[in-house]
């Protein structure tokens, strides 16, 4: 959609697609996991060094001056996310791989400046979904974006943009069905102990996809 020389661009639906995959999964941390996500066996994701090494070829083999942070092969319908585990950073790595899965959830088959804007749309609806970030402001555990960043894993160019958006729109149904489900969570992190989980995907037996 245009108006006048301007592209709006459709944030609801990578929005609604990433509250539908966090649905999908049993939630037992408020901070999500994108390395090890329920995607119905279509997305896996792994590290260049790992793969590379499960399948005897060089991490150079799947890299390019334009794609040095992460890539995706695809064969049929089986997605393989690879992250540079060498380049990128705890919360760089994060978002990088929720932005690529977000490509496949949106069925992009371009990277022109409105798929990746959906694409980081859907890695922020991901990775700090909103209601629950605004559950915690009210509960006054996050009061800068500095909280996200800690809570969340991600960085701060990103907590700042994404506490911006807070509060910006009404909720669907889908939102408060999420929140329910993130709600015992919450409770449990809020009284304890933050714990970070490691993020090591494991991949013994990795299809060749080349």
């Known amino acids: 959609m245009r108006k ?3 592209f709006l661009l459709n944030f609801a639906r990578p929005q609604q697609l990433a509250t539908k995959l966090l649905l999908r999964q049993n939630i037992t941390s408020i901070r999500t996991d994108p390395f090890h996500l329920n995607c119905n066996g279509t997305i896996l994701v792994d590290s260049i060094q ?9 991490p150079e083999d799947f890299m390019s001056e334009s794609a040095k942070d992460c890539v995706v092969l695809q064969k049929g319908p089986l997605y393989l996310i690879l992250y540079n585990n060498f380049i990128l950073c705890s919360a760089r790595k ?3 791989v929720a932005h690529e899965i977000g490509h496949i959830c949106c069925r992009h088959t371009s990277d022109g400046p409105a798929e990746e804007a959906q694409a980081n749309a859907f890695a922020a609806s991901l ?5 629950v970030a605004e559950e915690l402001v009210r509960r006054k555990v996050v009061r800068s974006p500095k909280d996200l960043c800690g809570i969340f894993g991600i960085s701060v160019q990103a907590a700042e943009l994404r506490y911006q958006e807070l509060f910006c729109h009404p909720k669907t149904a889908l939102e408060q069905e999420l929140l329910e489900r993130y709600l015992p969570v919450i409770e449990e992190e809020i009284h304890g102990p933050m714990i970070s989980i490691p993020h090591r995907p ?4 990795a299809p060749v996809i080349l």
Do not use: K
């Open 4 to 6: 006048q020389g301007i």
């Open 50 to 58: 790992h793969y590379a090494s499960c399948v005897g070829l060089s």
């Open 94 to 96: 994060r978002w990088s």
């Open 127 to 131: 990775l700090v979904p909103s209601i």
């Open 202 to 205: 494991t991949f013994e037996h």
